[in-house]
């Protein structure tokens, strides 16, 4: 039988082969983080990842899909449970008594890190909405959606790092409402297609004559394009907001963050300087990922022309 000590330290290699399987630019193990924060971040991946699957992947029914996140909810409960009452015998027991490797090592990394488990429900919030809600009346109502799904990422990453600040708080959930919408709109196509999902304000549709079937049919006119730029154009201000984070964190962090945020700018400034259709996906040159480097080295030399 395997000790306390192994069993989680398997939990956490579990995480990362769950991690390295996936390509997604959450910064999963990634050779640019500091080695001690691989396995927590990795940990943190295999969570989101999993319960996404479970809004998104298979033939499961909507209310399988549901089950299967409250299920989630509940492991998350036996954690804030076990954090009031944290101690080696206590910790011990656990280890041995979840049979969940992911939840082993998700409860090491909430506790060690001291980070507010408030920010994994609101992810599992995300995650059931992904399955009940399908339209949304107006930017408010994705952004808080975005407060949910995206935001609590880069929070606990801030933890990982120690870098809790409230202005780099306020910086990080620019970013990361920033880097939802640019994925929306890079996806809208597949969204409607593959999920009848529309993240598009629908009252915002209505003031410029665009109906859920014009989209739906992959209309391209003087309408849809009106919509597109007006949504990209308030993503871009409210991404560029967030710029600073980039200046106030330091070493390999601050530099995977900066490559993450110049990453999300240039697929935004593609989204931007494409004319030819709203539905079609940016893709990234060896030539943009090359930039993509060298902007993130040298982020503090470059504003917002880049």
């Known amino acids: 039988m395997l000790s306390s000590e192994q069993k989680k330290q398997d939990s956490y290699q579990h995480c990362m082969a769950i991690a390295q399987s996936h390509y997604e630019n959450f910064p999963v193990a990634s050779k640019l983080l500091n080695k001690q924060l691989r396995l927590p971040v990795s940990a943190v991946y295999a969570f989101a990842r999993s319960a ?3 809004a998104d992947e298979g033939e499961l029914s909507k209310e399988e899909r549901l089950s299967f996140l409250e299920e989630y909810n509940n492991e998350l409960n036996a954690i804030a449970q076990q954090l009031t009452i944290w101690s080696a015998d ?25 980070i507010p488990i408030n920010l994994f429900y609101d992810l599992l919030k995300a995650f059931k909405q992904d399955v009940i809600t399908t339209r949304y009346d107006n930017f408010n109502d994705i952004l808080a959606y975005c407060q949910l799904s995206a935001n609590p990422v880069g929070r606990i ?20 409402t ?10 809208i196509a597949q969204d409607i297609d593959e999920n009848d999902r529309l993240y598009l304000p629908l009252d915002e549709m209505k003031q410029l004559a665009v109906s859920e079937n014009d989209i739906k049919a992959h209309l391209n006119n003087n309408q849809t394009q009106a919509l597109f730029k007006q949504q990209l154009s308030r993503t871009q201000n409210l991404y560029q907001s967030g710029m600073p984070l980039c200046f106030n964190l330091t070493g390999r962090f601050a530099l995977e963050i900066s490559m993450i945020y110049m990453g999300g700018k240039l697929i935004l400034n593609k989204l931007e300087a494409n004319t030819e259709t709203i539905y079609l996906r940016p893709r990234l040159t060896r030539f943009d990922k090359l930039k993509l480097i060298w902007q993130g080295l040298f982020l503090k030399y470059y504003f917002s022309d880049n």
């Open 52 to 54: 996404d699957d479970f």
């Open 90 to 114: 206590k910790q011990q027991a656990f280890y041995h008594n979840s049979g969940n490797k992911i939840f082993i090592a998700l409860a090491d990394v909430i506790h060690q890190f001291k």
């Open 178 to 187: 920033g880097l939802q919408l640019i994925n929306f709109y890079q996806d």
């Open 157 to 176: 990453l801030l933890y990982l790092n120690n870098s809790t600040s409230d202005e780099n708080l306020s910086y990080s959930d620019a970013i990361c």
